[in-house]
């Protein structure tokens, strides 16, 4: 079984910085993307930034030059570092892990979700 744990979200105001972690944990063989994304209230769930095995990412124009991703492969990790908070960055935050278990079973999991809150 694989499971995903966030972190990092709260409150910042505008302008601000906040640090995401998610960290995966379980009989993992090999992991190929990882992302986050995010969903507003009343609003549909969008991705905001993937990054692949090789490290190459991806982001919605809406955070590009703003917030970075990054992974640590050894700690089965994927971070999201999120500069020059705007009140419409506020959303819950997932994680989203894509691999193969020990055992060769895919799986797609999700995080629990963590508020970001970007407000004076």
């Known amino acids: 079984q694989v499971q995903l744990v966030e972190s990092g979200g709260g409150l910042a105001q505008p302008g601000g910085s906040l640090r995401l972690s998610c960290e995966t944990s379980?009989?993992?063989?090999?992991?190929?993307?990882m992302a986050w994304s995010r969903q507003a209230p009343g609003e549909q769930r969008e991705l905001v930034a993937d990054?692949?095995?090789?490290?190459?990412?991806n982001y919605a124009d809406s955070v590009k030059g703003r917030f970075t991703i990054s992974r640590d492969n050894a700690k089965n990790t994927v971070y999201l570092e999120m500069n020059v908070l705007k009140p419409e960055d506020t959303a819950v935050y997932y994680c989203?892990?894509?691999?193969?278990?020990?055992?060769?079973?895919?799986?797609?999991?999700w995080g629990q979700g963590t508020q970001v809150t970007v407000s004076s």
């Open positions: 989203n892990v894509i691999g193969f278990t020990a055992r060769g079973t895919f799986f797609n999991e």
């Open positions: 379980g009989s993992i063989f090999i992991i190929s993307t």
């Open positions: 990054i692949a095995s090789d490290g190459s990412t």
